[in-house]
T-cell receptor
């Protein structure tokens, strides 16, 4: 099956620094990528949707200037948490939707393994 | 709004036990329903899905039936194995690929 690589798998940073998380589709072209965040014992919450070559669409309540999303190519999307603070500590996970001709919603989505961010 | 509620874990069972993980949803229209599984150190993988009422999704011995009358999509397996230890997410989606997840249920299977 399709593989999505997400790096790093975990990161610890100081408050005020920026952290970049990469999401790569390894064997297919990802026209759309989704970024989710999960706090402990909470649901995975969609943060934003990015389409290759265009600006990301952010969900209500997600600060676009804090969570910078770039989807410059069909195989790479990045999420940068700018000026991170302890409340940004969370599990971030990406998913990629590819040009595979598979019908329906959800089944053509492939997920990365996630990034655990801890801000001190 | 749309939401998914699933039973809280962790759930701990002995090998070969019967498994049920409850999931109910709230949604407008007729969403597709999914169960995703996340094994340790790996990304989420689609386990099974159902796209309309009374559909039964099945995979790897797991089953779930789309029950519109009870707005439920409970996950079941007749005889679990240690290798089934993972986190299971119930989810729904309309056709825009945006998925709404439950909180996840961690499953531990003891040998």
């Amino acid at each position: 099956g399709a593989v999505v690589s997400q790096h790093p798998s975990w990161v610890i940073c100081k408050s005020g620094t920026s952290v970049k998380i990469e999401c790569r589709s390894l064997d297919f072209q990802a026209t759309t990528m989704f970024w989710y965040r999960q706090f402990p014992k909470q649901s995975l919450m969609l943060m934003a949707t990015s389409n290759e070559g265009s600006k990301a669409t952010y969900e209500q309540g997600v600060e676009k200037d804090k969570f910078l999303i770039n989807h410059a190519s069909l195989t790479l999307s990045t999420l940068t948490v700018t000026s991170a603070h302890p409340e940004d500590s969370s599990f971030y996970i990406c998913s990629a939707s590819g040009v595979m001709g598979i019908q329906g919603g959800g089944e053509k989505l492939f997920f990365g393994s996630g990034t655990q961010l801890s801000v001190l | 709004g749309n939401s998914v509620t699933q039973m809280e874990g962790p759930v701990t069972l002995s090998e070969e036990a019967f498994l049920t993980i409850n999931c109910t949803y709230t949604a407008t229209g007729y969403p597709s329903l999914f169960w995703y599984v996340q094994y340790p150190g790996e990304g989420l993988q689609l386990l099974l899905k159902a796209t309309k009422a009374d559909d039964k999704g099945s995979n790897k011995g797991f089953e779930a039936t789309y029950r519109k009358e009870t707005t439920s999509f409970h996950l079941e397996k007749g005889s679990v194995q240690v290798s089934d230890s993972a986190v299971y997410f119930c989810a729904l989606s309309h056709r825009d690929d945006k998925i709404i997840f439950g909180k996840g249920t961690r499953l531990h299977i003891l040998p």
